[in-house]
């Protein structure tokens, strides 16, 4: 199975920048793309960037020119977030695909000050 763990979050004031970390262990090799979500109460898990095994990134058009998802290898996968704003607080998750069981982190939290 693998195992996932976010890292970075934290208090940041609008217009500054956070590195976001997914650590996968275990087996590894199952994973063909790591996304990145976000979730704040009351709305909808949000897809902010995902990365594919052979490095194929995707952003959406929204979220181009500020965040940016970058890995050498499925095991650490950073999301580099910049010109942070108040509607960016939330709890980021990475998320696995082509895994068995949880495919889930359990999350870390961004909160952007203005």
């Known amino acids: 199975q693998v195992q996932l763990v976010e890292s970075g979050g934290g208090l940041v004031q609008a217009g500054g920048s956070l590195r976001l970390s997914c650590a996968a262990s275990?087996?590894?090799?199952?994973?063909?793309?790591t996304n990145w979500y976000r979730q704040a109460p009351g709305k909808e898990r949000e897809l902010v960037a995902a990365i594919t095994r052979g490095g194929t990134t995707h952003v959406p058009h929204s979220l181009k020119g500020r965040f940016t998802i970058s890995g050498d290898n499925a095991k650490m996968v950073s999301l580099q977030m910049n010109n942070l704003k108040a509607e960016d607080t939330a709890v980021y998750l990475c998320n696995v695909v082509g895994c068995p069981g949880n495919s889930w982190g359990q999350g870390t939290q961004v909160t952007v000050s203005t």
């Open positions: 275990g087996d590894t090799t199952c994973i063909s793309v």
